[in-house]
């Protein structure tokens, strides 16, 4: 299956992708000028000028804008200056860069983008993004009623909820209901994010960064995972990452009869760790360490190193099959011990982080 990847201004990057065009269904990217819309930190303040002569070799996959937020400031969605700004980068990156559409988070937003009444509209596809949660076929129904309602181009693509990767009855499920609805939507699953399965830290840490963005708080949400959140459970149960809904690049084939295309995350990790990524499901191959290509689970790759190799065969089955009852079950901490081992202390050098 095809892979839909970041996009991020950094040149050896951007010349590994167009050297892998032929294995990338789309990529995606935020705005890097003016209030910050997307779901991540900023990589650096730039032009659409320059935005549009990146996205210029991708003729040939589609390109999507994140406008991803949790939230926008409630001004901002009866601000038309600030809205139609939005929109005039939009439109400026449709005509000089051939971007498909968005992907939109915020359901106010997009009605509040919506009354800019622009003649592009119809044109820009509204994609709902990962945090949509998009669980069932109801719930992607709503969203496109939404979108169809407020004259936007429907998805040509939807990504489904990490929470299907690990159940097939649903996944299969789902995806058959919507395309009975849209034959010709794909389906995109994502596959390396690594946080906890079902997490229940997600909707306030989403939150946590649009807080952030917007300038209303300090960006502290990493000390507060750190202490509070995914790191301390983690680091305090590394067994319990087994759980997690990831999809390891061998078993991407599991879900060729289900998805059309598979997500990979981590922009905000740098270029090294996405091009790692990308070599590792172009192939269905990784012999390494498994948390070096987690993006939330990454952190981990410092203290743990384990054996991807050692996970076949049968991992897939093993875990599709996990009952959630973690108190009285011992799997996933079997394969910790068999496959993993502690990795001493080290100081990385700083380039390692660029």
């Not at 946590?208 to 209303?216: A, E, M, P, T, V």
């Amino acid at each position: 299956m095809k892979l839909s990847v970041p996009l991020i201004p950094d040149e050896s990057y951007l010349r590994f992708l167009k050297k892998n065009i032929q294995c990338l269904e789309s990529v995606y990217f935020p705005l890097v000028s003016g209030p910050v819309l997307d779901s991540r930190i900023r990589l650096k303040e730039a032009g659409p000028d320059e935005l549009a002569g990146e996205l210029k070799p991708f003729k040939t996959i589609k390109k999507y804008c994140l406008l991803n937020s949790r939230f926008v400031h409630p001004q901002a969605y009866h601000d038309r200056d600030f809205l139609s700004r939005t929109m005039d980068q939009l439109e400026f990156l449709a005509l000089h860069a051939g971007i498909n559409g968005f992907v939109f988070s915020d359901a106010y937003f997009l009605n509040a983008l919506s009354r800019t009444n622009r003649d592009i509209i119809p044109d820009l596809e509204a994609v709902p993004g990962i945090n949509c949660m998009m669980d069932s076929s109801q719930k992607a129904f709503a969203f496109f009623n939404l979108i169809e309602d407020a004259g936007f181009k429907t998805p040509g693509k939807i990504a489904l909820d990490r929470s299907l990767n690990r159940d097939f009855t649903r996944l299969e499920k789902t995806v058959r209901e919507i395309k009975g609805r849209y034959p010709s939507i794909k389906i995109e699953v994502l596959a390396n994010e690594g946080c906890i399965d079902l997490c229940p830290f997600k909707l306030t840490h989403d939150a946590q960064i649009s807080f952030s963005n917007l300038g209303l708080s300090k960006a502290t949400h990493d000390l507060t995972n750190r202490t509070l959140g995914c790191h301390a459970y983690f680091f305090k149960n590394p067994e319990r990452f087994f759980s997690s809904p990831f999809i390891r690049p061998e078993d991407v084939s599991a879900y060729q009869n289900s998805a059309d295309t598979v997500k990979l995350c981590g922009r905000t990790l740098g270029p090294k760790f996405l091009m790692n990524c990308i070599i590792a499901y172009r192939d269905a191959s990784y012999d390494g360490n498994l948390f070096s290509l987690m993006d939330a689970a990454h952190w981990l790759s410092d203290h743990i190193h384990i054996d991807n190799k050692k996970l076949d065969p049968g991992f897939l089955s093993v875990l599709t099959s996990c009952s959630k009852n973690c108190g009285n079950c011992s799997t996933c901490r079997n394969l910790l011990i068999t496959t993993s081992r502690h990795k001493p202390f080290k100081i990385k050098a700083y380039e390692e982080y660029l």
